[in-house]
C-alpha cells in the first residue's frame, strides 16, 4: 500500500529543546513501521551544509542570510525532501521557513515581503503540482522565553554567531515565531517548551496522537 509522505518541521529560538526531541519521534515513527528521513536547516545537502557553515560562521548583511538561507533550501527541496515525500517517507525537518523569518526576518529587521517573494521562488515548482507552495504539513513550534533558553544554553554549547546575539534577538525572534503561527494556526502546533523534558515529550505525544501520525503512547520519553 502506496503511504502519503508527511513532511513535519521543527521550530523554536536556540536553546528551546527541539534537538532533545526529534531523534525520538524519528524512532517512533519508526516504530511504526515508517521509512524516516531527519534533515535539517540550514543544511540537509552537501551543498547546503557549504552553505550553512557560511551562515553561521561569517558575518554577512540580513539579505545575505536569506539568500544563503533559501539557495540552501532550493537544493535541500530538490535533492532530500521531495524526493522523499513522493516515496511516503516521513521527513522531520529541524528547522525551514519559518526560521527566515524569524531570525532574518523579526531578529535582524529584515523586511518581510521579499522573504515572503523567495518563499514563493524556491518553494514552488518542486511537488508534484508545480503551482503547490511546499510547505509542512505540520510545524511544531517549541516555545520558550528568552532569558530561559539563554539559561539552558549557558550550560550546553559554545555559541555560535546566532546563538552569541543578546536576549533582546530572541525575544525579537520569539515574536517572529508568534507571529508565523498565528498567520497559520492549522499549520502550527504550539508545544510549551517551559517544562521538564517528559512533559514537553507528553505533549508532542498529544500533537501526533491527535492527528492519528501515532499511537498515544508510542516512542521513548528522551529523558
Ligand atoms: N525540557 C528541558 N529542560 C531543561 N533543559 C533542557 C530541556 N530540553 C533541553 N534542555 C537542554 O537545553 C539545551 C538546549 O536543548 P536543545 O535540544 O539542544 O535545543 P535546540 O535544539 O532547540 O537548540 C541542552 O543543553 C539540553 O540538554
Ligand atoms: C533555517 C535557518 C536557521 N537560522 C539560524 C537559527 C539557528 O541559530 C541556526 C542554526 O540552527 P540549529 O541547527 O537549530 O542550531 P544548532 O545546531 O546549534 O542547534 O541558524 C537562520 O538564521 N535562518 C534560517 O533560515
Request: aromatic share 8%.
Amino acid at each position: 500500500m502506496s503511504r502519503t509522505g508527511l513532511f513535519i518541521s521543527f521550530e523554536g529560538i536556540d536553546g528551546a529543546g527541539k534537538s532533545s526531541h526529534i531523534k525520538a519521534l524519528a524512532d517512533a515513527f519508526s516504530a511504526q513501521g515508517r521509512e524516516v528521513v531527519l534533515t535539517r536547516e540550514p543544511g540537509g545537502t552537501p551543498l547546503a551544509e557549504k552553505l550553512r557553515a557560511l551562515l553561521l560562521g561569517d558575518a554577512m548583511d540580513p539579505l545575505t542570510e536569506a539568500l544563503l538561507a533559501f539557495a540552501g533550501r532550493r537544493d535541500h527541496l530538490v535533492q532530500v525532501i521531495e524526493p522523499a515525500l513522493a516515496r511516503g517517507d516521513v521527513v522531520l525537518c529541524d528547522r525551514f521557513t519559518d526560521a527566515t523569518f524569524a531570525y532574518q526576518g523579526a531578529g535582524r529587521g529584515f523586511d518581510r515581503a521579499p522573504l515572503a517573494q523567495l518563499e514563493r521562488l524556491v518553494q514552488t515548482g518542486v511537488a508534484p503540482d508545480p503551482a503547490q507552495l511546499r510547505e509542512p504539513d505540520l510545524t511544531v513550534w517549541f516555545d520558550l522565553p528568552a532569558e530561559v533558553a539563554a539559561e539552558r544554553l549557558s550550560h550546553a554549547r559554545l555559541p555560535d554567531r546566532f546563538e552569541a546575539q543578546p536576549l533582546e534577538f530572541f525575544r525579537r525572534v520569539a515574536q517572529g515565531y508568534a507571529d508565523r503561527a498565528g498567520a497559520a494556526p492549522q499549520r502550527f502546533a504550539r508545544i510549551d517548551a517551559n517544562h521538564a523534558r517528559a512533559l514537553v515529550w507528553q505533549q508532542l505525544e498529544a500533537v501526533f496522537a491527535q492527528r492519528g501520525w501515532l499511537p498515544a503512547a508510542a516512542g521513548q520519553d528522551p529523558q
